[in-house]
């Protein structure tokens, strides 16, 4: 059974700070790995997705890396910004085409 | 223009009741989704359904019942409904195995 581990569980930074966030699985049989962003009270917000064979994706500020064979993902962000407070989610895909989500980090980026 | 929709925003009601939620995106995917995030703000995917196949959660009791009036559509019916159904449930959309595009939530009380 799939199960999903997020590091740390919350995070306060200063602004302007570097950060990595950290994401396990326990199976590495995925199609894809994606981070989503949900703010207090909304939905998710899809960042970065990456497909099984691939091992980094970017975006701005962002960069998701993949290591399927250990089970593991990072968010990087560089330069954080208060409008960078969220909870950030991981979430694998599985052949069943089931999201298994991981339990959130919950960034706080202090001005 | 919403990409996925969801009503109603937020549901209270008394335990025993029947509910509908209903979710439709705009986005011509042809896989849609219902998941449940727990007071703890654990989501959990509950079912996953194209025009082909719906797969069940084997967790999810037998008073949840989705319905697709048409590709656009996946409605959450929840019959005789308890307390531990309270929490946020959450619509998404997707190309096959593409990103998830989720909906803002029904956030559903039960009295």
């Known amino acids: 059974k799939q199960e999903v581990t997020q590091i740390p569980a919350a995070l306060s930074v200063p602004e302007g700070e570097n950060l990595v966030l950290n994401c396990s699985f326990t199976d590495s049989a995925i199609y894809n790995l994606q981070w989503f962003r949900q703010d207090p009270g909304k939905g998710l917000t899809s960042l970065l997705l990456i497909q099984s064979s691939q091992r980094e994706q970017t975006s701005g500020r962002l960069n998701a890396s993949l290591d399927k064979s250990s089970g593991r993902s990072t968010l990087y962000i560089a330069a954080s910004q208060p409008g960078d407070s969220a909870t950030y989610l991981c979430a694998v895909l599985t052949g069943a085409n089931n999201l298994f989500f991981g339990t959130g980090t919950r960034l706080t980026v202090i001005p | 223009d919403t990409a996925v929709s969801q009503t109603p925003k937020y549901l209270v009601t008394q335990m025993g009741n029947d509910k509908s939620i209903k979710c439709e995106q705009n986005l011509g995917h042809d896989t849609m989704y219902w998941y449940k995030q727990d007071s703890k703000k654990f989501l959990k995917i509950m079912f996953s359904?194209?025009?082909?196949?719906?797969?069940i959660n084997e967790t999810v009791p037998n008073r949840f019942s989705p319905k697709s009036p048409d590709k656009a559509h996946l409605n959450l019916h929840i019959n005789s409904l308890e307390l531990g159904d309270s929490a946020v449930y959450f619509c998404?959309?997707?190309?096959?195995?593409?990103?998830?595009?989720f909906g803002p939530g029904t956030r559903l009380l039960v009295l």
């Open positions: 359904y194209n025009n082909k196949e719906l797969i």
């Open positions: 998404a959309s997707s190309h096959r195995t593409e990103t998830q595009y």
